[in-house]
Nanobody, 127 residues
Framework: VQLQASGGGLVQAGGSLRLSCAAS????????MGWFRQGPGKEREFVAA????????VYADSVKGRFTSSRDNAKNTVYLQMNSLKPEDTAVYYC?????????????????????WGQGTQVTVSS
């Protein structure tokens, strides 16, 4: 599966952005999807994940209550709605896909669970 992330940009602190990640292929609904980010001089970190059906979501503590992940399997797209953005949210954001077994509600935090990665989209939050 190929992933294309979009929606990044420059926003002031307190603002919002919505990232999208479009997937190729007809098997999108068999993948759990994750969002990760890598800030300047930092290691890549987990942000959010959503199960293959969308019935389960998991968030990093740093974004809980501000970010929401959703998916539209008919459109082969996963979203990350980011509200109340902070300068520390500045990073390149990556979407990732990892196969999940049928009826699984798995939404992994571990990046090793994801075999496919998008190219990343830059999010910059100014203070």
């Amino acid at each position: 599966v190929q992933l294309q992330a979009s929606g990044g940009g420059l926003v002031q602190a307190g603002g919002s952005l919505r990232l999208s990640c479009a997937a190729s292929g007809r098997t999108f609904s068999t993948y759990a999807m994750g969002w990760f980010r890598q800030g300047p001089g930092k290691e890549r970190e987990f942000v959010a994940a959503i199960s293959r059906s969308g019935d389960s979501t998991v968030y990093a503590d740093s974004v809980k209550g501000r970010f929401t992940s959703s998916r539209d399997n008919a459109k082969n797209t996963v979203y990350l709605q980011m509200n109340s953005l902070k300068p520390e949210d500045t990073a390149v954001y990556y979407c990732a896909a990892g196969y999940a077994s049928p009826y699984s509600s798995s939404a992994p935090k571990n990046d090793r669970a994801y075999a496919y990665w998008g190219q990343g989209t830059q999010v910059t939050v100014s203070s």
